[in-house]
């Protein structure tokens, strides 16, 4: 099979609407001239589109014309780098698939340790946060929960007793090493963080170990959250208000 007809079985198994890039379609660096040149072709004939340098999208068409890829996936190929998870989709635009705001945001909050993430492309347009420490795969959801956590008095409209159920039941849903890691790396963020996760989790299982952020706390400090104790009971302990 030549090397056009490869590039346009995959292209063709990938699903309308979703992004891809060169990677996506295990392009060998020999085959890239090739490559480039059937990927042209096929845009010239309206079957795949560019979002912008080596991000394309194979069009969905509906009866009011060609669908555009939505937010998420059109970012989706920002967030790696080489085939790696370096970043991952926070703030507000989270916060609403979270079920937390209705609101939507203008400009999207894209976090990252290493890499300034910045997107504009059309209405979509994203910024870049730095990440309290390096994303992974494997961690890129615990931070998104201690997002939540650190910017909780931010979220506009937020129901925080319904907010509270929800965090709990995504800490309920994590298994004993990721509860372990989210503490580790909550250690990282600010104070009021460790302090709402302690009581989240206290709230959860009194045997659940959280001396690791009792002891990074000052006892002095209070935490002003807008929490009270019918919401999370466990809140007087670990000085939230």
């Given amino acids: ?11 063709n198994n990938i699903e309308i609407g979703d992004t891809f890039t060169y990677r996506d379609l295990a392009i060998k660096k020999e085959e890239y001239s090739a490559a480039t040149k059937t990927i042209e072709r096929l845009i010239k004939k309206g079957i795949i589109k560019r979002i912008s340098t080596g991000i394309f999208y194979k069009p969905k068409q509906s009866i ?42 203008k400009e999207i909050s894209i976090a990252s340790n290493k890499k300034r993430i910045y997107i504009s492309k059309g209405n979509i347009k994203a910024s870049s946060v730095k990440s309290y420490v390096e994303v992974t795969d494997e961690n890129y959801k615990l931070l998104e929960l ?15 007793k319904s907010a509270v159920i929800i965090l709990t039941d995504k800490i309920l849903a994590l298994n004993k090493k990721q509860r372990k890691e989210l503490i580790e790396i909550a250690l990282e963020y600010p104070p009021r963080v460790r302090a709402f996760l302690g009581a989240l989790l206290e709230n959860i299982d009194q045997k659940i170990n959280t001396k690791s952020l009792d002891d990074s706390l000052n006892p002095l400090s209070e935490y002003r959250l807008g929490i009270t104790k019918e919401i999370l009971p466990t809140v007087e302990k670990w000085k939230i208000k």
């Fill in 1 to 11: 099979m030549n090397i056009a007809k490869k590039i346009e079985k995959k292209i």
């Fill in 64 to 105: 009011f014309g060609e669908l555009k890829p939505d937010e998420e996936k059109i970012i989706s190929p920002y967030l790696f780098k080489n085939g790696k998870r370096i970043a991952y989709i926070t703030g507000l635009l989270l916060y609403n698939k979270m079920g937390l705001t209705t609101q939507i945001p």
């Fill in 146 to 160: 201690l997002d939540t956590l650190k910017d909780f008095n931010k979220i506009p409209d937020l129901d925080k």
